[in-house]
C-alpha cells in the first residue's frame, strides 16, 4: 500500500469549534488532495495542493481551509465546524496525471 | 461540477455475469481512470486508459473509450461475490492544473 495516513479516523466534535485533519505521505507526491464523501454525491473535491504552500479550491471549498508547509503533509482545517461538515473525509496523493493514492478516511461527526 | 457522471447508479445482477457500468465526462481528458471502493475503505486505483487508446484489459476488466462522446465504459466479466462494491470514473482537468476530480459512482451488488 502506497504510504498515505490520515489522522485522525474518528472524530466528534461540536457546532462551532477548529477542526484540522492530518494527510501525511511518505511517497514524495506532488499533488495531494482531500475529498469528502456523502451519501447520493460521490467523491467532492475540496481543495488540493501541487506543490509545498501551493494550493487551490476545488468544488466544495467553503468553510475549509488547507496548507502544506511540507511535501509530506496536507492539512485540512474546520475553522467553525457546522453540522452540514459531518462527513467521511477522503485524502489522496499521485504524481499528476496518473493513478492516485487513498489513505482511509476520516469519518467526522460535528454534533 | 464533478466532472464524471456514472450509470447506472446502482446494479444488481447474479454471480457469473457480467456487469456493466457508464461513465460521462465534462471537458477534455487526458486520461480516464477507474476506481473502486469497498463499504467504508478508501478507493483503490482499477484502470487508466489514455485519450489516445480506445481499450485496454486488465484481467477480468475491460475499459473502453470514446472521446468524441465523452464517454467511457467499465466491464467486469464473471463477476464474483468479491466484486460487490461502488465504482467511480475520475479524470484530471483543467489545463496544467491536476486536479482530479470524481463522479457519483456506481453501486455494483453481486449475489451470489
Known amino acids: 500500500d502506497a504510504g498515505i495516513t490520515q489522522s485522525p479516523r474518528h472524530k466528534v466534535t461540536e457546532t462551532g469549534t477548529p477542526v484540522t485533519l492530518r494527510c501525511h505521505q511518505t511517497?514524495?507526491?506532488?499533488?495531494m488532495y482531500w475529498y469528502r464523501q456523502d451519501p447520493g454525491h460521490g467523491l467532492r473535491l475540496i481543495h488540493y495542493?501541487?506543490?509545498?504552500?501551493?494550493?487551490d479550491k476545488g468544488e466544495v471549498s467553503d468553510g475549509y481551509s488547507v496548507s502544506r508547509s511540507k511535501t509530506e503533509d496536507f492539512l485540512l482545517t474546520l475553522e467553525s465546524a457546522t453540522s452540514s461538515q459531518t462527513s467521511v473525509y477522503f485524502c489522496?496523493?499521485?504524481?499528476?496525471?496518473?493513478?492516485?493514492?487513498f489513505g482511509q478516511g476520516t469519518r467526522l461527526t460535528v454534533v | 461540477s464533478q466532472q464524471g457522471e456514472e450509470d447506472p447508479q446502482a446494479l444488481s445482477i447474479q454471480e457469473g455475469e457480467n456487469a456493466t457500468m457508464n461513465c460521462s465526462y465534462k471537458t477534455s481528458i487526458n486520461n480516464l481512470q477507474w476506481y473502486r471502493q469497498n463499504s467504508g475503505r478508501g478507493l483503490v486505483h482499477l484502470i487508466l486508459?489514455?485519450?489516445?487508446?480506445r481499450e485496454k484489459h486488465s484481467g477480468r476488466l475491460r475499459v473502453t473509450l470514446d472521446t468524441s462522446k465523452k464517454s467511457s465504459s467499465l466491464l467486469i466479466t464473471a463477476s464474483r461475490a468479491a466484486d460487490t462494491a461502488s465504482y467511480f470514473c475520475?479524470?484530471?482537468?483543467?489545463?496544467?492544473?491536476?486536479?482530479?476530480?470524481f463522479g457519483k459512482g456506481t453501486k455494483l451488488s453481486v449475489i451470489p
Open positions: 511517497e514524495n507526491h506532488r499533488y
Open positions: 475520475a479524470s484530471y482537468s483543467g489545463a496544467g492544473s491536476y486536479q482530479l476530480t
Open positions: 489522496a496523493i499521485s504524481t499528476g496525471d496518473t493513478e492516485a493514492f
Open positions: 486508459i489514455r485519450s489516445n487508446e
Open positions: 495542493s501541487y506543490g509545498v504552500k501551493d494550493t
